[in-house]
């Protein structure tokens, strides 16, 4: 039945967004704040689909430590689930995404229509003081920007693994950050097909003021973030406990690959080291 329901709810989840970008047309040029409510739309549409097809609801906490005008928002990032549901809850958001999104038919345009931040990954070590420099132009806007601290998803439970360009951007955004927690991986887990029944929690953390040291802000959005997701993973676990082995599994394939990963990577170094002195 969960397959089932799922194979239903992949087929409409398509179909809507193909349906909106196509209803939403003329909205190309009526400035980002239209372009922006097609994303917004298309995210409501697919949290009723959820909870209709699949039985997945969502529960939004901490909205009250949402900050009015120019933040970044640093989500934890478990499935797509969340690149959807996160638009729904502001007003002139932009994402950071690949440059070669643009040029795809359709919602190419609309990224370019809702003045989404694209970034030319190809300049190496310049990416950094390229996103620095878009971002200021979208704080004096009053705009609030999306970022994953982890830069990629990771999977409900998985050990932490936060990159240090979010605190490069804090330092000289000098705008508050909105750390956010979720649970979305344990129901909809990342490059699954699957999606399961259950209640989604995303709970809006209290916001860091601009202004702290580089490291110790950064310590503190990895333990402010962690903390409140293995919370909301605990919680979703003493409801549910057959999703125990399900954390247990996503922790043990991830520190796994977490580590071949860095073997891999010690290796790389060491060949490149021996052919230098040779």
């Known amino acids: 039945m969960i397959y089932l329901r799922s194979l239903v709810f992949q087929i409409l989840f398509f179909l809507a967004m193909v349906a909106l970008m196509l209803i939403w047309l003329p909205g ?5 704040q239209v372009s922006q409510e097609l994303g917004r739309t298309w995210g409501r549409v697919s949290l009723w689909l959820l909870d209709k097809i699949c039985g997945t609801k969502v529960e939004f906490r901490g909205l009250e430590n949402k900050p009015k005008g120019a933040v970044i928002v640093a989500s934890k990032h478990q499935s ?3 690149t959807f549901v996160l638009p729904t809850q502001f007003p002139d958001f932009s994402y950071i995404l690949k440059h070669e999104l643009v040029w795809l038919p ?19 070590g310049k990416l950094l ?19 994953f601290p982890e830069g990629t998803r990771r999977p409900a439970g998985a050990p932490p693994a936060y990159k240090i360009g979010v605190a490069h ?11 956010v927690a979720l649970n979305a991986g344990l129901f909809w887990p990342r490059r699954s097909f699957l999606i399961y029944p259950g209640t989604v929690v995303i709970e809006f953390l209290p916001p860091i003021p601009p202004g702290l040291p580089t490291r110790e802000f950064f310590e503190k959005l990895q333990n402010d973030i962690e903390t409140a997701s293995d919370r909301l993973i605990a919680e979703a676990v003493a409801a549910d406990p057959s999703l125990a082995p399900r954390v247990a599994e996503n922790r043990a394939k991830a520190i796994a690959k977490d580590k071949a990963r860095a073997e891999k990577k010690a290796a790389g170094r ?9």
Do not use: C, H
């Open 270 to 278: 060491g060949r490149s080291s021996a052919t230098g002195e040779a």
């Open 28 to 32: 190309l040029f009526m400035g980002r």
């Open 106 to 124: 359709f919602f190419g345009w609309y990224l370019l229509a809702a003045e989404q931040i694209a970034i030319d990954r190809a300049k190496g």
């Open 129 to 147: 003081p390229q996103l620095i420099e878009k971002s200021k132009t979208l704080f004096a806007q009053g705009r609030q920007l999306f970022i």
């Open 169 to 179: 951007l804090y330092a000289a955004a000098n705008v508050p950050v909105l750390p």
């Open 80 to 82: 797509i689930w969340d």
